[in-house]
């Protein structure tokens, strides 16, 4: 028995670890976060959706602030000789929308956007 759990609690550890991972990649704060805290400073981050279709990867982002996010598409592509993608930065004025693009030449893994004050 206490070897299942020690296996059971390694794996829970791994998953937290990972998620940990993830939400370090993104370089994005939870919008709950910036609200918690009551700090109208932090609350500059346009929101972004993103879309993979085939190789091709898509951010549309709108910035419901009144200050300007400076954002950026991220794409890793899944193949070892592909080269990853990072586009160019992109202002986003209050009430402002951009959509962003970029690609691999095969399968991609993973996508984000990333935002800073100009």
Known sequence: M???RRRISALTTAALLTTG???TLTGVPS?????????P????????????E???????CHNPYPQTD????HVECAR?????ADSAPVDVGPAGYAELTD????EIRAVWVTHERP
């Not at 400073?41 to 993979?52: E, G, L, N, P, V």
């Not at 085939?54 to 549309?60: D, E, L, M, P, Q």
């Not at 070892?80 to 990853?84: A, E, K, T």
Request: hydrophobic share 45%; proline share 2%; glycine share 6%.
């Open 54 to 60: 085939g190789s091709r990867a898509t951010a549309s």
């Open 103 to 106: 690609r691999c030449w095969k």
């Open 80 to 84: 070892w000789w592909d080269i990853d």
């Open 31 to 39: 919008a709950g976060a910036a609200a918690s805290r009551g700090d």
């Open 70 to 73: 400076r954002i950026r598409l």
């Open 21 to 23: 991972l993830a939400v």
């Open 2 to 4: 206490r070897p299942l």
């Open 41 to 52: 400073d932090d609350r500059f981050h346009a929101s972004c959706r993103t879309a993979i």
